[in-house]
């Protein structure tokens, strides 16, 4: 039996390229033993069976982000453990491929309440998390709250435009009822988090709150708990 080497160097021996290139096609989940995408450069191999990707590229895989139908009752960190191979869309349309790496150092970036539910994003990439910030306030997102309670007198219009908290009055936004206990909230420069404090200043409880989408991106048919990439013309 031989003596276990490093998953780069067989790689290297087999592609006839420097073991750095044999890295990288690691690295990007290009390489399997036998049948199994492996993608640490160092992993001990012996007789397994080494495949290379006939597509393979020696380009870094770039950082990903990702969207998450976030369950109700769960804080950002438990929803960034759902983010994993098992919980990923079936016909992902975005095109990504799945790398086991796209799974570290995600941040939170349009976050919501803890008791919220709905569409949250994880990125990689400080491109992108770098652009939600910057464009906060002309992302518009659209939320669907359940409330109970007695709309006080005025008080739709009131959700709408019209209210003050700590000397700062809130601006215009878009607010309906969908049906007799849920609301529409379509709003852009306030955070999920204040529609509490909102419906409460005019006499209703918020019993849930779900985001349905941010700017042009939706959950589209997510279940909760389940992801997908956004892919690179995506577009908020």
């Known amino acids: 039996m031989n003596e276990p080497i490093r998953l780069a160097k067989r790689v290297a021996a087999l592609a006839q390229c420097s073991r750095r290139d044999a890295e990288m096609y690691i690295e990007g989940g290009w390489v399997r033993v036998d049948g199994v995408v492996v993608e640490q450069p160092q992993f001990k191999v012996q007789d397994e069976r080494i495949e290379i ?38 016909h992902d ?38 652009r939600l910030q910057e464009d906060f306030e002309r992302i518009e997102q659209e939320l ?23 000397s700062y009055a809130l601006p215009p936004i878009k607010v309906s009822w969908q049906n007799e206990t849920h609301l529409r909230f379509a709003l ?35 279940e909760p708990g389940q992801w997908r990439y956004l892919a690179t013309t995506d577009r908020f």
Request: glycine share 6%.
């Open 144 to 166: 669907v709250v359940e409330v109970s309670g007695r709309l006080a007198p005025n008080g739709l219009a009131l959700l709408n435009h019209g209210l003050v908290f700590d």
């Open 188 to 222: 852009k420069r306030i955070s999920p988090d204040t529609v509490v404090r909102m419906c409460d200043a005019v006499g209703l409880k918020v019993l849930n709150i779900r985001r349905l989408r941010a700017g042009r991106i939706s959950m589209s048919r997510m």
């Open 93 to 130: 349309p975005s095109g990504v491929r799945l790398l086991h790496r796209h799974f570290a150092r995600l941040e939170s970036v349009l976050p919501l309440p803890d008791m919220a539910s709905g569409l949250v994003v994880f990125t990689q990439d400080w491109r992108v998390k770098r």
């Open 53 to 90: 990707d006939p597509d393979a590229k020696l380009t870094p895989p770039e950082p990903a982000s990702m969207v998450l139908n976030k369950p109700a009752g769960m804080s950002a960190d438990d929803a960034r453990a759902l983010v994993r191979v098992e919980n990923h869309i079936e």
